[in-house]
């Protein structure tokens, strides 16, 4: 059994009411997570709930045989959230993208039995699945109108906003992927905002150097979401 409420890096969790904590902590079970590690694959029952507490974790489509990422979970949320709405599974696959770290783990079912014995603790899970809706709904409207250089920016910060520091541990070829964009069309963004100062990068690494650069670089595409998140539910971790 977790001791506190504080003992947690999760937002979500760290916020809640103390009643849904003491309701919820004696069923979560911190375990350890590496790149790659499945969250749910697609189609499939998912059979545990992970409130992350770092890393990055990846919401993927596969559309005529690529993989694009549409949506982006850190230590701010938890992972198939689709299951509040009462399906236990989804057209999807999520899976850790950037770091090492650890999350809370419960059963998909101990939650739902949880969710429908408290209000208040389904009412503030509700709140993060909406800003999901909305995160997804701006990456589409990114990919669809915004240029490349744009969009790299905007995910950068999006990854800057859930990891604990300044570097990121990427490939050309994994942005490649989540952009859904050639990979030589990456490494000519990244020597764009290298050359503006906002990024450093090498292989398998980029690291931030002047995230108002970036922002500037993002412009509009980037901020709703996170905007919509402090204001429904607190500081974005």
Same mark, same amino acid.
């Given at each position: 059994?977790?001791?506190? =409420?504080? %003992?947690?890096?999760? !937002? /979500?969790?760290?916020?809640?009411?103390? #009643?849904?904590?003491?309701?919820? =902590?004696?069923?979560?079970?911190?375990?350890?997570?590496?790149?790659?590690?499945?969250?749910?694959?697609?189609?499939?029952? &998912?059979?545990?709930?992970? %409130?992350?507490? +770092?890393?990055?974790?990846?919401?993927?489509?596969?559309?005529?045989?690529?993989? *694009?990422?549409?949506?982006?979970?850190?230590?701010?949320?938890?992972? #198939?959230? %689709?299951?509040?709405?009462?399906?236990?599974?989804?057209?999807?696959?999520?899976? *850790?993208?950037?770091?090492?770290?650890?999350?809370? @783990? /419960?059963?998909?079912?101990?939650?739902?039995?949880?969710?429908?014995?408290? !209000?208040?603790?389904?009412?503030?899970?509700?709140?993060?699945?909406? &800003?999901?809706? &909305? =995160?997804?709904?701006?990456?589409?409207?990114?990919? !669809?109108?915004?240029?490349?250089?744009?969009?790299?920016?905007?995910?950068?910060?999006?990854?800057?906003?859930?990891? $604990?520091?300044? &570097?990121?541990?990427?490939?050309?070829?994994?942005?490649?992927?989540?952009?859904?964009?050639?990979?030589?069309?990456?490494?000519?963004?990244?020597?764009?905002?290298? +050359?503006?100062?906002?990024?450093?990068?090498?292989?398998?690494?980029?690291?931030?150097?002047? @995230? $108002?650069?970036?922002?500037?670089?993002? $412009?509009?595409?980037?901020? *709703?979401?996170?905007?919509?998140? @402090?204001?429904?539910?607190?500081?974005?971790?």
């Amino acid at each position: 059994m977790l001791p506190d =409420q504080s %003992f947690t890096r999760n !937002a /979500i969790l760290s916020s809640l009411l103390p #009643a849904d904590w003491t309701l919820l =902590q004696p069923h979560l079970q911190r375990i350890e997570l590496s790149r790659g590690f499945e969250f749910f694959a697609a189609d499939t029952p &998912v059979e545990h709930v992970y %409130f992350l507490e +770092g890393g990055v974790a990846s919401i993927v489509c596969e559309c005529g045989g690529e993989e *694009v990422e549409v949506g982006l979970v850190g230590r701010e949320g938890f992972t #198939a959230s %689709f299951m509040l709405m009462g399906t236990d599974r989804s057209p999807d696959k999520s899976f *850790v993208q950037i770091d090492d770290s650890t999350a809370l @783990r /419960i059963g998909a079912d101990r939650l739902a039995e949880m969710v429908a014995e408290s !209000a208040s603790l389904r009412a503030r899970l509700l709140l993060f699945n909406h &800003v999901l809706s &909305v =995160q997804c709904a701006r990456t589409a409207a990114a990919n !669809a109108s915004a240029e490349i250089p744009q969009r790299l920016a905007r995910w950068l910060l999006m990854c800057h906003d859930r990891v $604990g520091g300044d &570097v990121l541990n990427l490939t050309h070829e994994f942005m490649s992927m989540m952009l859904a964009v050639r990979r030589a069309g990456v490494t000519v963004t990244l020597h764009l905002l290298e +050359g503006v100062g906002a990024i450093s990068a090498r292989r398998g690494e980029v690291t931030i150097r002047n @995230r $108002g650069k970036l922002e500037d670089m993002a $412009g509009e595409i980037y901020g *709703v979401p996170e905007a919509e998140y @402090r204001r429904l539910l607190g500081p974005l971790a």
